[in-house]
């Protein structure tokens, strides 16, 4: 089956970094999307990696592996606002987008 | 970059009524839409993927006469909760996608509350 893996929860302090992971096990691999989501409202796009190494964008970064079916999520200067869940996704082969459970992120002043 | 809307962002209905929600792409043309549902802390959950002018494929659980989808043209889907009861409150979400595209721009949500 296919299977995506993310820590359910984390915390973080405000300033820090913080790294999200995810692994996963899909049938063919056509990308890895994270997505951001506040409480009560539609996910937003973060970033999208489809070969293998690290996208920097701004604060966030994202790193993929391939061969090790492996991504995170990289949050740097951690603002309050910050806290979300965060959203690991990947397009299988027929270019399904298999979601994982979200990573909810508390950040503390 | 690629903007979709839906309507209503809220709705509150007696049981036993239906609820239409309406899923538009304003800039792009979306041959496909996904319909999801959330309840409260939990993670995403698809319920079915239509395709502009074929049928919706359903998520296995999730009653194809209960949810009624429609994706009549490249533009719009719309997603009925027939008979709604207390127990389809939940946020549903609208993404959609352009062909050979593999990013879903999603909607903002709609609140569903059945009294």
């Known amino acids: 089956g296919q299977n995506i893996d993310q820590p359910t929860e984390m915390t973080a302090t405000e300033g820090a970094i913080v790294q999200i992971n995810c692994t996963y096990q899909?049938?063919?691999?056509?990308?890895l999307f994270w997505y951001q989501q506040h409480a009560g409202e539609a996910p937003t796009f973060l970033s999208y990696?489809?070969l293998d190494g690290l996208e920097e964008k701004g604060r966030f970064s994202s790193f993929l592996s391939r061969s090790k079916g492996y991504s995170y999520l990289l949050l740097k200067e951690l603002q309050m606002k910050d806290s979300a869940s965060y959203l690991c996704?990947?397009?299988?082969?027929?270019?399904?987008?298999?979601w994982g459970a979200g990573t909810k992120l508390i950040i503390k002043p | 970059g690629a903007v979709v809307s839906q309507h209503p962002s809220r709705v509150i209905c007696k049981s036993g009524t239906s609820v239409k929600i309406e899923c538009r792409s304003l800039?792009?043309?979306?041959?496909?839409m996904f319909w999801y549902r959330q309840f409260p802390k939990q993670s995403l959950m698809l319920m079915a993927t239509?395709?502009?002018?074929?049928?919706?494929?359903?998520e296995q659980g999730v009653e194809k006469d209960k949810f009624l989808i429609n994706h009549a043209s490249l533009t719009l889907s719309t997603l009925t909760v027939t008979s709604a009861h207390p127990e389809d409150s939940s946020f549903y979400i609208c993404?959609?996608?352009?062909?050979?595209?593999?990013?879903?721009?999603f909607g903002p949500g709609t609140r569903l509350t059945v009294l």
């Open positions: 990696n489809v």
């Open positions: 899909t049938s063919g691999f056509n990308g």
């Open positions: 996704a990947v397009v299988d082969s027929n270019y399904q987008l298999i």
């Open positions: 800039d792009f043309q979306a041959t496909t």
């Open positions: 993404s959609a996608r352009a062909f050979r595209d593999n990013e879903q721009f």
């Open positions: 239509s395709n502009e002018g074929s049928k919706a494929t359903y």
